[in-house]
T-cell receptor, first 110, second 114 residues
């Protein structure tokens, strides 16, 4: 049973608009969440994280929202840029172990 | 070189071969990780080393054997693999094993088992 799910395998957004990437989890014991971005032929790179005691964390164009009651987190990118086109993974941490989602491929069109 | 490097980038091997994947980090980190990413599946953590000691083995078959001779180098020795082991193998490092530390990933080794 997959504990971390990214239900949208792909997302296409126009440049300048907002990109919203979603992630759902089932384990209420997760206490830390991270987002990674991955370009083809490269390893994932860390983007932004959030502790379970917070509901929002912002870093420049990237904001992560956490809704613990819904077991849902989202990554907002605004404004979206063509260079943001990549695969985005969410990860959830419990007892020191990270569980990753399948990833969502974001395409930002010029 | 900087960051996390992995060699080789691509590897094709038969089921009877023995090969090794190498990972090197130049970040002064103390924790290193091996991940497996199969097609259409999430990243799976395989092994964790913290200060050269293996701290996690997530039920990985014994045909995968990790080695961490020092904090900067991590190897994954492969022998008698199966075709279903074909995947992208990613190495990562972080300051310590604390999961709140950002992990820096290498580019991965694309492994094909024939």
């Amino acid at each position: 049973d997959q504990q971390v799910k990214q239900n949208s395998p792909s997302l296409s957004v126009q440049e300048g608009r907002i990109s919203i990437l979603n992630c759902d989890y089932t384990n209420s014991m997760f206490d830390y969440f991270l987002w990674y971005k991955k370009y083809p032929a490269e390893g994932p790179t860390f983007l932004i994280s959030i502790s379970s005691i917070k509901d929002k964390n912002e870093d420049g164009r990237f904001t992560v929202f956490l809704n613990k009651s819904a077991k849902h987190l989202s990554l907002h990118i605004v404004p979206s840029q063509p260079g943001d086109s990549a695969v985005y993974f969410c990860a959830a941490v419990n007892a020191g172990k990270s569980t990753f989602g399948d990833g969502t491929t974001l395409t930002v069109k010029p | 070189e900087t960051g996390v490097t992995q060699t080789p980038r691509h590897l094709v091997m038969g089921m009877t071969n023995k090969k090794s994947l190498k990972c090197e980090q130049h970040l002064g980190h103390n924790a290193m990780y091996w991940y497996k990413q199969s097609a259409k599946k999430p990243l799976e953590l395989m092994f964790v080393y913290n200060f050269k000691e293996q701290t996690e083995n997530n039920s990985v078959p014994s045909r995968f054997s990790p080695e961490c001779p020092n904090s900067s180098h991590l190897f994954l020795h492969l022998h008698t693999l199966q075709p279903e082991d074909s995947a992208l193998y990613l190495c990562a490092s972080s300051q310590t094993r604390d999961p709140q530390n950002e992990q820096f990933f290498g580019p991965g080794t694309r492994l094909t088992v024939l």
